[in-house]
């Protein structure tokens, strides 16, 4: 007969911890090029480990700001509401007490099998699943909500954000099925709230209970080791370069993308740089850059179209500073421009658009709110015939 494969394991055993960070290894090497940053990496790859699946990289989405207030909120010992009782016993307390030893049974709550919820649901022939996310109210404002189960549910605690101001530390939102399950995803991720979600069909209480557990590892500070070996920092430096605004905050998508990229650990530094009055401006940032120790920039324009800015006013700018640095490489980078994945995002921004009310509906700030510096118009405008005439002689008006 032959030796039974056991014996094999027997022979060269591993411990329990061994076996998964084996695992986790063997999904590092064989999983696809992906942008996930290191921190998003932990929890993507906890949700592989546990379905065996790399394409659940493809749909997994974070908002900006969920690895930070996911962590935040286990440390703070915010409550957890889960909407299945098989996902509510299967998230550790141990591991959530190894963050904050203030949890206990009683902080992680599902009530679908109340009696009070059981009977509302018979009354109304409605999901129970709907009047058990309404009884859990005041776990869910500035607590984290876990979704593994039910997108009835999910729509629900998505009225509750919109119409009563509910404001969840996370939301992980992996509802699965076959029925409002995609849009209930797609409506929350519409609502600037942090979030943790898997786009389409996919989902399960158990993909839930993976992400709960790696922002518990990642706030604890220990778990497997990094998900990928760190890069070697190289000695070139980043300016990401825009226009600017005289709108406060009007920048922050650009900066939170340097900040993604200074994260990596490739570059000495990762600068936002502008050409508004605002700034800051060229020369303190390839300063700045320079002092970091940087032997090469890189100024990267975050312009769309390759207009009088690119061919012109940048390069010219960036000629003259470059003079004060005779030792220090510096490159002007390609603009943004046309990239296919452009069109899933402006697909994306047209479905997020769907609901928005009429531009006669809109409520305008007041123009005094964003004073204009000396000698600057807020438009300027141009006929017709006058555009044509630029254009034809092959010169470019503007470029943003």
Avoid at 148 to 172: C, H, K, S, T
Avoid at 386 to 400: F, Q
Wanted: proline share 7%; with cysteine.
């Amino acid at each position: 007969m032959k030796r039974p494969l056991i014996y094999s394991f027997l022979d060269n055993p591993m411990t329990p911890e061994e076996i998964e960070q084996k695992s986790f290894d063997a999904i590092d090497r064989e999983a696809p090029p992906h942008r996930f940053s290191k921190e998003q990496w932990v929890v993507v790859r906890r949700m592989i480990h546990t379905t065996s699946s790399f394409d659940l990289a493809d749909s997994t989405r974070f908002s900006d700001d969920a690895i930070a207030s996911g962590i935040r909120a286990v440390r703070d010992g915010r409550p957890i509401y889960a909407d299945s009782n098989m996902m509510r016993s299967g998230i550790s307390l141990k591991r959530l007490r190894a963050v904050n030893p203030d949890y206990d049974q009683k902080s992680v709550a599902c009530h679908v099998a109340d009696p009070d919820v059981a009977a509302e649901s018979n009354r109304t022939r409605l999901p129970r699943s709907l009047f058990a996310v309404r009884k859990a109210r005041k776990i869910l404002d500035g607590g984290i909500a876990v979704f593994g189960n039910a997108p009835v549910a999910l729509l629900e605690l998505n009225r509750m954000i919109m119409e009563e101001g509910i404001r969840p530390a996370l939301v992980v939102a992996m509802p699965v099925g076959f029925v409002h399950v995609v849009e209930s995803k797609e409506e929350l991720m519409r609502l600037g709230v942090p979030f943790i979600a898997l786009e389409g069909r996919r989902g399960g209480s158990t993909l839930g209970v993976s992400v709960i557990h790696s922002l518990c590892i990642m706030a604890e500070g220990g778990g497997p080791k990094a998900a990928r070996p760190a890069p070697e920092k190289s000695d070139q430096a980043v300016i990401l370069f825009g226009h600017g605004s005289r709108v406060p905050g009007a920048g922050e998508g650009m900066e939170a993308i340097a900040g993604r990229l200074f994260e990596t650990g490739e570059y000495v530094t990762v600068e936002n740089c502008y050409m508004s009055r605002l700034g800051p401006h060229l020369p303190e940032i390839l300063k700045k850059c320079v002092e970091a120790g940087a032997k090469r920039v890189l100024l990267l324009p975050y312009f769309l179209h390759a207009g009088l800015h690119m061919r012109h006013d940048v390069p010219r700018m960036m000629q003259e500073e470059a003079k004060k640095y005779p030792g220090v490489k510096i490159v002007f980078g390609k603009h943004l421009g046309f990239d296919e994945r452009m069109v899933e995002i402006v697909k994306k921004r047209i479905s997020e658009s769907t609901d928005l009310s009429d531009v006669r509906d809109m409520t305008l700030d007041p123009i005094e709110k964003f004073p204009l510096p000396p000698g600057e118009l807020e438009y300027v405008s141009m006929t017709p015939e006058k555009a044509r005439e630029i254009k034809e002689s092959g010169h470019s008006h503007h470029d943003h």
